[in-house]
C-alpha cells in the first residue's frame, strides 16, 4: 500500500485538502533575498544536496513557498552554529521524507 492509499483510504485526499485550505504555502512568491542568504550560499548548498527543490525557472530570480523558504532559514541558522551538512544532510532526509508525515495521518485518532 502507498502513500496515496493511504491518503485515499482515509477519505480525502490529504494534498488537495491542504492546497484548498492554505493555498498560499505552495505558491512561490518569497525572493530568496527574504531570507538573508546569499545566492551564491544558496547554489552551494543546492550542489551539495541540501536544497531540495528546483527552481520553477532557472533563468528567474529565486522564488520560494513557505515550506522550501523555512527549509532555507532553519539550514542558515544551524549552519551559524556550525551544524556540519552531514548532518543538516541527515535532517533534511527526515523532514523531506514523506513516510514521516504517513506515519503521523496513520496515528490521527
Not at 5 to 32: A, N, Q, V
Not at 37 to 53: A, R, Y
Not at 70 to 94: H, N, P, Y
Request: no cysteine; glycine share 4%; charged share 30%.
Amino acid at each position: 500500500m502507498d502513500e496515496n492509499d493511504i491518503i485515499h483510504d482515509l477519505g480525502f485526499d490529504f494534498i488537495e485538502k491542504i492546497k484548498f485550505h492554505y493555498p498560499k504555502i505552495m505558491d512561490r512568491t518569497i525572493p530568496l533575498s527574504a531570507t538573508g542568504v546569499s545566492s551564491w550560499t544558496f547554489f552551494d548548498w543546492k550542489s551539495k544536496g541540501m536544497i531540495p527543490f528546483e527552481a520553477e525557472n532557472e533563468n528567474d530570480r529565486v522564488k520560494l513557498n513557505l515550506i522550501e523558504y523555512v527549509w532555507v532559514k532553519a539550514t542558515a541558522a544551524l549552519r551559524q552554529f556550525g551544524i556540519a551538512f552531514k548532518e543538516l544532510s541527515k535532517m533534511k532526509d527526515l523532514i523531506y521524507n514523506p513516510e514521516i508525515f504517513m506515519q503521523a495521518i496513520r496515528e490521527l485518532p
